[in-house]
């Protein structure tokens, strides 16, 4: 069994899909591991470090593929990316496949399987395998990290003999996985933390990690929450409410950081210019969801834009920002899951297609699309698959 990872063909993506331990123990497993010449540089793992822990390294993409079983990537291929690997094929990664039917129908033709690994089930089984909860988790940190770094003020209280310090007062939108770490980072650096999400079962987890709660709690919030823990979309009343106290809030505050998603849509509008422009100069808006659409209005992908003093920072791929450390979880969720699609008996791929993780992430099937995100519209309609995080849109990623 050949595996490959070759240099991502996104010029910004800095993230690789197997890092040297990984590759150690796959490696370990019978498996022959096949490093595109630089691929992980930008990770931190240099070819060294691979060839160390048994990969082979070759010297061009077209190399690492050839004859290659599987492909791992960290992001959808672009076209002609899968060249040379051998017909059926596993291609595994995260493939955003919302709305881009035609692309990974393109890719479909070479006649490989590609699996989606965000539209993992989440359920115990899987845990080590959800991609969005480790990435989330690091992109969080680093929000947090990067408001300090603009905000112009210190985080903690201070007190010295020429006066006090005030803390800055920081407020998180959303209590998923990537907001909950945002929350505990804020305040690892001392400041008043505050956060709102539509899930009742939020509440106690912001509480937990010593932040307070800001939502309408209505009869409608009681019930805003899927039996599988996602949030459910709310009333036009609801936001209204919502919208009145949010504003209310954020006027008072230091930073602000944004990180609702929806799948499959754009991402929620939350922060108004009207409310931008209510904060005090110096403060710092992070938008997480700037790569779909942003919840802050004036998010600019990759930029940091300023209106009346307050800067809106929209970096974009926010864990490839800590590559070395997104790249080692990633990793290890990718290793997670190819493991359960190779034989223990033969250390050969064996996928089996009635598996609840492959009908949840597959979407071709030896070139044929199957999953309902990317089947063209005449195609028969599957049996219903486990369920995913496609099948009930959260507002950010569960805790």
Excluded: C
């Excluded at 498996?31 to 240099?46: D, P």
């Excluded at 690892?188 to 956060?195: D, I, K, P, Q, Y």
């Excluded at 998603?261 to 992070?286: E, F, Y």
């Amino acid at each position: 069994m050949r595996i490959a990872v070759a240099k991502e063909t996104d010029p910004g993506e800095p993230r690789v899909a197997l890092t040297p331990d990984v590759v150690k123990r796959l490696v370990g497993l019978g498996a022959e591991v096949v490093i595109e010449s630089g691929a992980g540089l930008k990770a931190g793992a240099t070819d060294a470090a691979y060839k160390d822990m048994g990969a082979t390294i070759a010297g061009a993409r077209s190399q690492a593929l050839s004859g290659a079983d599987v492909l791992l990537t960290v992001r959808r291929p672009a076209p002609g990316g899968l060249d040379g690997l051998k017909p059926g094929a596993l291609v595994i990664g995260i493939m955003d496949p919302y709305g881009r039917s035609a692309e990974i129908g393109e890719l479909a033709k070479t006649g490989v399987s590609i699996f989606a690994m965000e539209l993992m089930p989440r359920i115990t089984r899987a845990q080590v395998m959800d991609v969005l909860s480790s990435q989330a988790n690091l992109a969080g940190y680093r929000a947090v990290i990067d408001a300090a770094a603009e905000f112009g003020r210190a985080f903690p209280q201070m007190m010295t003999a020429a006066g006090t310090v005030p803390p800055a007062r920081a407020f998180v939108m959303g209590a998923g996985v990537a907001g909950l770490q945002a929350i505990a980072t804020a305040r690892r650096l001392g400041a008043m933390v505050s956060a709102t999400d539509v899930r009742p079962a939020s509440k106690e987890q912001v509480a937990s990690l010593g932040a307070k709660f800001v939502a309408v709690e209505d009869d409608e919030f009681k019930q805003a929450e899927t039996s599988g823990g996602y949030a459910k979309e709310m009333s036009d009343g609801y936001k209204a409410k919502q919208a009145e106290l949010i504003a209310s809030h954020i006027a008072k505050q230091d930073v602000v950081v944004t990180t609702a998603l929806i799948p499959g849509r754009p991402a929620p509008r939350l922060v108004t210019t009207a409310m931008v422009k209510s904060m005090k100069p110096g403060s710092v808006i992070v938008d997480l969801a700037v790569e779909r659409g942003g919840n802050v209005e004036g998010a600019v992908a990759d930029q940091v834009v300023e209106v009346e003093g307050v800067k809106i920072v929209g970096y974009a791929n926010v864990a490839g920002r800590l590559a070395a450390s997104s790249s080692a979880l990633y990793a290890k969720n990718l290793s997670a899951f190819l493991e359960t699609l190779i034989s223990k008996e033969t250390k050969q791929i064996a996928v089996d297609w009635d598996d609840e993780l492959v009908k949840a992430t597959a979407l071709v099937k030896d070139g044929t699309p199957i999953h309902p995100i990317v089947k063209p519209a005449d195609a028969p309609t599957p049996a219903p698959a486990a369920e995913a995080p496609s099948d009930v849109p959260p507002l950010q990623e569960p805790s």
